[in-house]
């Protein structure tokens, strides 16, 4: 499993700290020992199908106690049907074991999943379903016209009533009331009695089909418990926790689906098995990207944050790590530059790496600053949000009405916009318009992802402006303002398949997030003068 590197490494300085999983550029022998990875993985011709719809490899440098260093591989799940490959680290628990409980368990469970197809798919079942469709239109039908014979007699009988019928004549017409109400409550049950009978074999069925549904549920559940119990993953102290203590620690405490099975906790569990001292970590992507998802062949990416957050956080306990990153602009108590002011709302420009508004931390943010400044200013202020690393122009106004009317121009779109961004490819196409429905991935926060069913609809139209150097210079004009709207429309392989140069959470770091708002047309909301402020990319 301990691989020694095939090309000589003398001269490259060893990390001081081990790396910091969710935020990281990666350290020049991870990047070395990735492209050993990759070039073992592109030989095997056996995993190119699966390989080609993408999965996630880690390697971690390692060194052992002679002080040779070398590196571990893993991937996340499993490969071809697998845990277990000879060139890769061994799952924590190996849960596709033939012999072990879990797929014991899962044979039962899908016995349980095969009678429950044989009972919906009975004969007998279907054709009783198809007769309950057919006497429940038939009696409903039937009842119908009776209703309107009902209806028309005593229609008819009114008005007779109004000629002053005789005694005899009244007592006719209401023997003839009581016998067709009679008869039409015959008719009711008798089509009660008919769906009844059919209804009562139905629940026959439909009761061993629940009963069935109910053991597998209960089945499932403390599979899932009881594998969740054998996921027991040590830290560089060699403190041990398995995935129910560890996530009962988290909001969700309950282990999501999945957890514990991704490269990063492999290659830790077992260089601590094997006495190996970590010394560096990274992940990256092959093959095409996930339906939802965004990622991109060969590109490096951060661990999750909804499976291995909570599982890293204490395996790396013992191990001197780099802290998180302080992306955070330094504003030094001074306002960004103001493009327009009067006494009702101004327009700024927010640098890139600063919050809009405060995080959840006690950071410094726009908001704060324009907080401090007007101390008088009525309602919220801030107007609109970019994203922290996006640059550009931000509106903020001084008054809650002024604030109110604004928002609504947001919300109607009459407001335009317009971002200009670098895109890491090269575009064919000249212009067009992106409709890609987008919501939280909330395993991965702040990620986001594209989904048509719990998605809300994001539309962006752009225009390509130039190409140079293997990178692309877009206009953005977003018709709707979705979290990382751009971002995700530029990255994702239904959008333009090209991520934006900088853009970490969708395509690879850079010094910056090349993307800024450049353009901010609206009606002034007491003048009533149409607003036009520009401030020109300084990319």
């Given at each position: ?19 910091y ?12 020992a ?12 056996r ?7 993408g999965?996630?490899?880690g ?46 368990e ?21 054709e009783?379903q198809?007769k ?5 239109v ?24 109004l000629?002053r019928?005789?005694?005899?004549e ?37 009761s ?41 620690e ?14 990063a906790?492999k290659?830790?569990?077992?260089a ?11 992940e ?14 060969g ?46 709302l ?13 995080g959840?931390s ?18 919220p ?11 550009g ?14 928002q ?8 335009k ?5 670098l895109?890491d ?16 991935d ?11 069913e719990?998605?809300?609809?994001a ?7 130039d190409r ?25 392989p ?9 853009d ?36």
């Open positions: 499993m301990f691989h020694s590197f095939q090309t000589s490494i003398a001269g490259i300085e060893l990390p001081r700290l081990f790396t999983p969710f935020h990281y550029t990666p350290h020049p022998l991870c990047v070395m990735a492209g050993e990875v990759q070039a073992y993985i592109n030989k095997q011709t995993w190119k199908e699966e390989l080609d719809k999965k996630m490899f390697v971690l440098i390692v060194r052992t106690s002679s002080g040779q260093t070398g590196y571990l591989a893993a991937f996340s799940g499993n490969l071809c049907g697998s845990n277990s490959h000879s060139f890769f680290v061994p799952p924590v628990y190996d849960l596709l074991k033939p012999d072990g409980f879990f797929k014991i899962e044979e039962q469970i899908s016995a349980i999943n095969h009678q429950i197809g044989q009972l919906q798919n009975c004969d007998r079942y279907l009783l198809q309950m469709e057919r006497e429940t038939s009696s409903q039908q039937a009842l119908s016209e009776a209703r309107k014979v009902l209806k028309a007699a005593k229609e008819k009988r009114e008005q007779r009533r000629h019928p005789n005694e005899n009244q007592a006719a017409m209401i023997r003839e009331s009581q016998y067709q109400k009679a008869e039409f409550k015959r008719l009711e049950r008798y089509w009660k009695e008919q769906i009844s009978e059919i209804k009562t074999e139905m629940e026959s069925f439909s061993r089909i629940e009963a069935l549904k109910a053991e597998r549920r209960n089945r499932s559940a403390a599979l899932q418990q009881k594998l969740f119990q054998q996921f027991n993953f040590l830290n560089a102290k060699g403190e041990t926790k398995n995935l129910c203590a560890i996530f009962e988290t909001v969700q405490k309950t282990p999501p689906a999945g957890a514990g099975e991704c490269a906790p290659l830790l569990q077992y601590y098995l094997s006495g190996l001292s970590p010394i560096a970590m990274a990256f992507w092959w093959g095409e990207s996930p339906k939802t998802e965004i990622r991109h062949h590109y490096y990416y951060p661990s999750c944050r909804g499976k291995c957050e909570p599982i890293l956080r204490h395996m790396l306990q013992g191990l001197d790590v780099e802290p998180a990153p302080s992306e955070r602009y330094s504003l030094s108590q001074n306002m960004p530059e103001i493009l327009f002011e009067d006494q009702w101004l327009v700024l420009h927010k640098p890139e790496g600063v919050l809009s508004v405060p959840k006690e950071e410094q943010s726009i908001y704060s600053l324009l907080r401090a400044r007007y101390p008088e200013a009525t309602g202020l801030v107007v609109h949000r970019l994203d922290m690393a996006t640059s122009l931000l509106l903020a106004a001084k008054a809650q009405e002024v604030h109110r009317h604004l609504a121009q947001f919300e109607n779109r009459s407001i916009k317009r971002y200009i961004a895109l490819g090269i575009l064919p196409e000249e212009e067009g318009v992106i409709d890609l429905p987008i919501c939280p909330y395993l991965d926060r702040p990620r986001q992802m594209v989904n048509e719990l998605g809300k609809t539309i962006t139209r752009y225009r390509v402006m140079k150097n293997g990178q692309t210079r877009i206009a953005f004009f977003p018709l709707t303002g979705r979290t990382h709207q751009l971002r995700v429309h530029a990255a994702h239904l959008g333009l398949n090209c991520p934006i140069v900088g970490e959470l969708y395509g690879r770091k850079a010094e910056r997030l090349y993307l800024h708002a450049e353009y901010l047309e609206f009606i002034h909301p007491v003048s009533g003068q149409r607003m036009v402020i520009e401030k020109k990319a300084e990319f």
